[in-house]
């Protein structure tokens, strides 16, 4: 099974693509992962890349693909993979698409996982950590007993710069900008599966593998 996650900040792509992986056996590729390890090991391609980031440059699609191609050519990824965080644009899936015929590893489905943006607000806004141990809150959804202080150790909660609204909005617009018309594009191909990603954990991974066991 070879699939590309979609979704918005927040819709929750991590959480089932945690779940994929325990069920199906197959790796998550996050292109993220890929260049924090390429640099790290040193490889030609991470050299590359770091000499784009060291600039405070974006790492050219061409490089970051050439990762991918050498991750899919890994034994593990024989029987599938789940792709996340990349494409991010139609340029990226057409360069992708184009690389995954040649390997004749071709995508079987593109995963939507779809949440009204009054959900994202509150998941993303309403995130708190606590300074002390870093456990993690959300004040709609998953609140302190007590009103900024943790249940676990009783430290004060905050909010991180990233999960303020100003910060949010604009991720989400970028999202919509670049990101939302690559659903068009898979619809187009015939390859789009879109779930809602609303409800408990568990019954939504219920819907995504119904929804791929149609792929």
Do not use: H, W
């Not at 070879?2 to 959480?15: Q, Y």
């Amino acid at each position: 099974m070879r699939i590309v996650l979609l979704g918005a900040p927040g819709a929750g792509k991590g959480t089932q693509a945690k779940k994929l992986i325990e069920k199906f056996g197959i790796p998550q590729i996050s292109t993220g992962d890929l260049l924090r390890a390429a640099v790290a090991e040193g490889t030609e391609l991470g050299k590359e890349a770091k000499s784009y980031m060291d600039k405070g440059e974006l790492v050219p699609d061409s490089v970051v693909l050439g990762m991918v191609e050498e991750r899919l050519g890994r034994d593990d990824c024989k029987d599938g993979y789940i792709l996340d965080g990349f494409p991010r644009n139609t340029a990226q899936a057409e360069a992708l698409d184009e690389m995954l015929d040649k390997m004749g590893m071709p995508l079987d489905a593109a995963l939507n996982v779809d949440v009204p943006t009054e959900d994202l607000m509150k998941r993303l806004t309403g995130r708190r950590t606590c300074e002390q141990c870093g456990q993690m809150y959300n004040v709609y959804f998953n609140p302190p007993a007590e009103e900024g202080k943790c249940d676990k150790c009783g430290g004060t909660l905050f909010q991180r710069d990233d999960d303020k609204e100003e910060t949010i909005t604009k991720r989400l617009e970028v999202y919509r900008e670049q990101t939302e018309p690559l659903i068009d594009y898979y619809r187009q191909k015939g390859i789009l599966k879109t779930v809602t990603g609303t409800g408990a954990i568990d019954e939504i991974f219920t819907r995504v593998v119904e929804t791929l066991g149609a792929a």
